[in-house]
Structure formats: C-alpha cells, structure tokens
C-alpha cells in the first residue's frame, strides 16, 4: 500500500478566513458542468467540482427487468452510485460498499420528487453515478450532475435539483467542504434542493452542531444550491440554446444564399 | 392472513385526520407510542436491550471482539453497527444479504453513537496501533410497526448502558481476560426523533401504516446537551426549511424525554 498523502495541515482556514484552497468561508468551489458526454446513454453530464470529476448517465424511459419491479401508476427511479476504484487515496474495492448502497437511496430519493414519474407508468428510468475522483461532497455533486443528466435525457421534470454542503470546520460555518475539511471538520450537511417548490430533497447530516449553527448551515447551504442551479442552467442553455440559436443562424445564412 | 398495506380507505382516513391535527390511533401529533425498555435479557451477549414502541419491537445485542484498530486512528477502539430485518418481523422483509433500508437503519444508528461519541473509544485501545476491542451493535428487529430508526436508536443506547466490559491485563504481549467487568465508558446519550410528513404537517414517531402514507420521513438524532449529531431524510417526498427547522425544535424536546427513559442518573 503506498501512502503519497501529506500530513493534514495544522489550520483550514487562516487568520484572514481564507481556506486552504484559497476559496472564502461561503464560497464553492469552481464548478464546471458538461451536458450530453456519453454516446450511448438517452441524457448524460459530466461535472467538475474542485476536484471532484463525476459522470453520470440516464437510460430511459425504458421497460423494466425484471418485470415484476414495475409499478402500475408511475415509473421507478433506479439509481447507482457508484466510486471507480482509483477515485480515493487508497484503492477502494469495485464491489459496493454500505456506504454507496445508501448513498444510491438517499441520491434517489433525493431526485425522484422533480420527476414526472407519472407520465411513464411501467418503465424504468435508470439513473448511473460514476465517480472518477473524488475529493468530499460526492453526493451532492453527483445529485447536481445526475439532475442536468435527466434534463438532458428529455425527462419531464418540476425543476432542476441543486445540491451543495455546508457544515462546520474550526468553529466557523463554511459552505461545500473538502475531503480533508469534511474529516477533520465538525460537521458535514449535504442538502439537495429544488427552488421553485422551495423543497429541500436531501439532507443529511453528521458532526455536532446547536440549534442556532444548525439554522446557520441549512442557510449556507440553501445558498450554495442556488449558486449551483445557476450553472446548471447555463450548462443546459450552453448545449440547447446556444446550439438552437446557432442552428438557426446557419438556416438565416443558407436562405440569404439563395 | 394479515395484509401488507393499509386499505385506501384506511389511509384516506389517516391522512384526512392529520390534517385536522388528530391520529387514527388517538395520539397527538408530537406524541410517541408508549415506549417499554428492558435491559439484559441476553446472557451471553456483553451488553442487550429490547425496546418496544408500540408494536414495533427491536433487540439489540452487543459484543466484543479483539482486532486492529484503524490506521487513521490507531489508539482508538472500534464500533461496528449492523441491522437486520429479520424475516419475521414483516411479511416484506426476505431473506438475505442486506437491502439498502437495513444498511440505512444501520448507518443512521451508528451515525449518532458516532458523532456524539457516545462510547469512550480510546479507553478500548489495548495497545495503540496493533489491538483493540471492537465493539459490535447488532440491530435486530422484531417486529416492524413503524418507525424502526427510533426503537433502534434507543435500544443500541440502552444496550450499550448495560454493556459490561471485561477485565484484562497484557502480560508479554498476551491479552488475559480476568475475572470481573466493569461498564462500558460513555460519555454521551444520543436519541433520535423521527417525523413523517403527511398532508404537509409533521408527525412524530410513525406508525407503518402513517409510514405508507407520508410523503417524506426525517430523523433528528439529539446528544445530551441538545445539540443535533446526526440528520437523515429518507422518502420521496421534500421539506421546506421552516419544516425543517420546526422538526429540530421538536425533536430537541422529545429527544430529551426519550432520553430519561433510557437513562437513569
């Protein structure tokens, strides 16, 4: 087994409340989103936060095997999250950990409330999580991800779903923490969040916090959510609009010809 | 035969009731079932408690084992939760390798005991980096009427409140076990409230069949001092942050009666 990582740093966050990437206490990190990276699946994205790197994948609407899954009145969400063995520090098993079985219900969960799953009685949409690499926050960008997957798969939905953490590091209340703020932390909050039904989808949380910390974080990372739908937005507008917009241009162009 | 689901009716009615403020089964909204814990019943296990809350019933054993401590944290003993839903405790639970809702139990029972640190885990290291007890909970149900996280929270706090450790001394690298025990270290008592939402009002401690009406389930796990240790929201349904911050007022102060039936100081 090698070991390559460095010793954890003494301070997170410096006299100037400048954190160890060099981000401010209510800042995310950079987030990048790409729509529609996969050949064979109906939506996929691909995001990018800090160093995190996900996939994910949608197939479907589609039948459902085995058949005796299927529900009468609605579609079922199936949903895998899923950590590539390379992802962590150290090797971590292909094989499913406890730890990836709840996150998987807890992400599906977390999606199921913006799906028209009306619409599709008796399929199945399949919902697939890759991580690449993974450096803390995995769920919620893999719940912002996945969302932007479904949009780009064509699936009526109520909204977009945003995810972002905030939590406790040092004593101060931070927004999306990193793996190594998220372990030697107080306390870590994913929350999922759907703003047109102001419907929090996801939330966990583990660590110590009052009551008045609690309000505090819940905020935070309401906010942080926020900041990530805007780019999910613009990630969607980027490959539909701009696309639409430069389709027509070209058709404008080809008329002008003639 | 006893059925799986509730009527539609049935459920018409549970829903229609919360919304009125009132429960099929006559609690009010923010009242637990009656809760009865007894502590001990299984010789052979360190520690054990079976709670029942309602006619949900869980056991909870503990044992321990002697193993290698984490490398991350190598003078400090070792917690292992796991859950089982026991086939006959429902006609829904099947044998088998454990499903996503038991491994779900588990976690969020180990999540409190975890970050409220509850057990005094350094005071199980036998020799920093190389052995240390491990201290297994085992979650057992029983009999499933709703609200499993709860009886499971705090029958594993029960149980580990009549755990009894051994006594050992390490002669030339060897562990000896000698006669005597003495209670396991805790420092904390963590109990955890869980609320269903139904007809957008929230109910404490759901029965199963509120359970297959609600729209989303959450768990607020309360330390001693009233601070919040652990969150789960399960169900597909959502919350608003006003729900959300109304359920941790609430869970504060049920926690806090829950606790006193569990610990006795």
């Given amino acids: ?258 | 035969m006893s059925s799986i689901m509730a009527s539609r009716v049935r459920q018409k009615r549970i829903a229609q009731l919360i919304s009125h403020g009132k429960r099929l089964d006559g609690r009010g909204l923010t009242d637990y079932r009656e809760v009865q814990v007894e502590a001990g019943l299984i010789e052979r296990a360190e520690g054990s408690a079976r709670v029942r809350l309602g006619k949900t019933e869980v056991l909870v054993g503990v044992k321990f084992e002697m193993g290698e401590p984490f490398p991350d944290v190598p003078n400090e003993g070792v917690l292992t939760v796991n859950a089982e839903l026991v086939p006959l405790a429902s006609p829904t639970f099947e044998p088998g390798p454990p499903d996503e809702n038991s491994i779900e139990l588990a976690r969020v029972v180990d999540r409190g005991v975890r970050e409220s640190k509850a057990i005094a885990l350094e005071e199980l290291c036998i020799e920093p980096g190389k052995k240390t007890f491990i201290v297994f909970v085992d979650v057992y149900v029983l009999n499933h009427d709703g609200n499993l996280i709860d009886a499971s929270c705090l029958a594993a706090l029960a149980a580990l409140l009549n755990t009894k450790m051994f006594n050992y001394e390490v002669k030339e690298g060897e562990v000896k076990i000698k006669p005597g025990y003495k209670p396991l270290p805790l420092r904390n008592y963590p109990v955890a409230v869980t609320f269903a939402k139904i007809n957008d009002k929230l109910v404490v401690d759901p029965w199963l069949e509120e359970e297959q009406v609600m729209d989303a389930r959450l768990t607020m796990t309360v330390e001693k001092d009233g601070k919040i240790c652990a969150i789960q929201k399960g169900g597909y349904g959502y919350f608003t942050a006003e729900q959300v911050f109304e359920a941790s007022k609430i869970a504060r102060q049920k926690a806090e009666e829950q606790r006193k039936l569990v610990v006795k100081e």
């Fill in chain 1, 1 to 258: 087994m090698l070991k390559t990582s460095q010793k954890k740093p003494e301070k997170l966050i410096d006299e100037n409340d400048v954190r160890l990437d060099g981000r401010k206490l209510n800042e995310v990190r950079p987030v990048k989103i790409e729509v529609g990276v996969l050949g064979n699946a109906d939506g996929s994205a691909y995001i990018e936060q800090g160093k995190n790197k996900i996939l994910a994948a949608v197939y479907g609407p589609k039948e459902v095997h085995p058949k005796h899954l299927a529900l009468p009145d609605r579609a079922v969400l199936r949903c895998r999250y899923h950590m590539a063995p390379f992802s962590v520090e150290e090797r971590k098993s292909p094989a499913p950990s406890r730890r990836e079985l709840e996150l998987s219900k807890v992400i599906r969960e977390s999606l199921e409330p913006s799906i028209f799953t009306e619409y599709y009685p008796r399929t199945s949409i399949d919902l697939f999580i890759e991580v690449l690499q993974a450096d803390g926050g995995t769920r919620c960008a893999g719940i912002t991800v996945a969302s932007v997957a479904l949009a780009d798969a064509g699936i009526p939905m109520r909204d977009l779903v945003s995810a972002c953490a905030a939590g406790k590091v040092e004593g101060r209340i931070v927004l999306d923490l990193t793996d190594v703020e998220d372990k030697a932390g107080e306390a870590d909050m994913p929350l999922a969040y759907m703003p047109n039904a102001n419907a929090i989808t996801l939330l966990q949380m583990d660590g110590m916090l009052t009551s008045e910390e609690f309000e505090q974080v819940v905020n935070l990372a309401l906010d942080g959510c926020k900041q990530v739908g805007q780019i999910q937005k613009e990630a969607l507008r980027a490959k539909y609009v701009v696309a639409k917009e430069a389709e027509a241009e070209k058709e404008e162009a080809e008329e002008g010809e003639e």
